[in-house]
């Protein structure tokens, strides 16, 4: 950024009265990190950055090489809104993580993702992401322990008066005011859940966005006395929180979507279809990164309109890719929908690896199946020759380690750090004994 672009934002935050900036920044699993810094140091901070010891940071270093600094990014900018007391009012920048030598650090999923985006711009695309991030509000005791107790007994669309849509409201403005935009906000399937859908926006910012909203929606929740959780799927027998993910490509010559083509029956280009072909080649191997939990793949499951064959069509609410149906007129607005990925995902790492894929496809020119439109729950996938998602997470990282086009992807770096943090969690998971077990067995055997 130039000197300009420096003075600029420190007379900004000078007129906003700003005592404090709080420079975020994410690790391989995806977790929020803040540094704070009074403001007397961000002139340094934008002249310099930052230094701190990444090897604290999940899968960031090892002790020899530990020191690494943050470098903001000036776009990112913006208050926190409930962060604005009298007198200390906060603000926020989203940060590059730099080595020592001033190279990027290849344990950032920032910079992994600006590196895909980068193929594509090679290929003469932009990549444009919207999610869908559903999570469920639960009550809290009296010292502020999550209890897995719905606020609400709504259900999907419904118009209810209590105080989650209150919340909702508080939600959507919240984001606003972080520069946000929400095209949607509802009651979801489940008692206490709820989906907030974002605006499109190119890969990265849309990446940034989304690691805002976890950051804000749990702030708001808290606000009232609730906790906002984005674990998959918090209580059997009802629907899990997916996050699925709008795409398309815009072709940086013309600006017009790439995706988009009149003629064809689904309104799709050849560059969609090779797209969509590449997600589906690609979908057990990247799994692991779009549902990262043992408690993501209860989630994924028959039954409650989560994805579980891989497949593509239009009506077909259980299929993994759906193409939404657009207006006459606006072809602008084609797009494909993703629907494994849920909200405990690193967005960065997400849509990284969903645009390899699909670049992927592009560059083999694959040719797409043809869509399957019925209720895949109730017919017999095998007649269509139809693959299953992984069923585990330990399934999803076996595909992980068999698919070099995700692996290339991530980088050496994350890829080995995150499936070694990931087989942890699935040995740990493995080897305990849980409820269910005691109550199905004990007595039995």
């Known amino acids: 950024m130039s000197d300009d672009s420096h003075q600029a934002l420190l007379r900004r935050v000078e007129e906003q009265r700003v005592a404090f900036v709080n420079l975020q920044f994410t690790d391989i699993l995806g977790m929020v990190k803040n540094v704070t810094i009074p403001i007397h140091e961000l002139p340094d901070a934008l002249d310099h950055g930052v230094w701190f010891d990444g090897s604290s940071i999940e899968g960031f270093a090892r002790i020899v090489e530990s020191d690494m600094y943050l470098v903001p990014d000036l776009s990112t900018y913006a208050l926190v809104p409930w962060d604005q007391h009298e007198g200390l009012a906060t603000a926020r920048l989203i940060c590059n993580i730099y080595t020592p030598d001033g190279k990027p650090f290849a344990g950032d999923p920032r910079h992994v993702l600006a590196a895909v985006t ?63 935009a929400v095209e949607a906000a509802h009651h979801e399937v489940a008692a206490g859940q709820h989906e907030i859908d974002l605006r499109y926006a190119e890969a990265l910012r849309a990446a940034d966005q989304t690691v805002t909203a976890r950051v804000a929606l749990k702030a708001i929740a808290q606000i009232n006395g609730l906790h906002a959780t984005f674990m998959p799927k918090p209580i059997a027998e009802v629907n899990g929180s997916g996050m699925h993910v709008h795409q398309s490509l815009v072709d940086l010559v013309t600006g017009r979507n790439a995706f988009a083509d009149p003629r ?14 590449g997600l589906l080649a690609h979908a057990r191997g990247m799994c692991a990164i779009l549902a990262p939990l043992v408690n993501s793949y209860k989630r ?17 609410r259980s299929a993994l890719v759906r193409v939404p149906r ?26 990284a690896v969903m645009l390899a894929a699909g670049l992927d496809g592009i560059k083999r020119k694959l040719t797409l199946r043809e869509a399957a439109e019925e209720d895949l729950f109730h017919v017999d996938p095998r007649a269509h020759g139809l693959e299953m998602l992984p069923t585990s997470l330990g399934n999803a990282l076996d595909a992980l380690r068999d698919d070099a086009v995700i692996q290339n992807a991530l980088g050496p770096y994350i890829y080995e750090r995150f499936v070694d943090a990931k087989q942890q969690e699935w040995e740990s998971y493995r080897a305990y004994v849980s409820q269910w077990e005691v109550e199905r067995y004990l007595s039995i055997f």
């Open 118 to 180: 980068r193929q594509a711009g090679e290929l003469g695309f932009a990549f444009n992401v919207a999610p869908e991030i559903e999570f469920f509000l639960f009550k809290t005791d009296a010292e502020g322990r999550t209890l897995p107790l719905p606020h609400d007994h709504a259900g999907y669309f419904d118009v209810s008066t209590d105080l989650a849509t209150l919340i909702r409201r508080q939600m959507v403005r919240a984001l606003q005011s972080l520069d946000i």
């Open 300 to 316: 994924l499951v028959p039954g409650f309109e989560a994805p579980v064959y891989i497949s593509w069509g239009r009506t077909n």
């Open 264 to 277: 064809d029956p689904y309104g799709l280009s050849a560059t969609a279809r090779h797209f969509i072909a």
């Open 326 to 351: 657009i207006s006459a007129g606006r072809e602008q607005s084609t797009r494909i929908e993703l629907r494994c990925p849920d909200p405990s995902c690193n967005p960065y790492l997400a849509y």
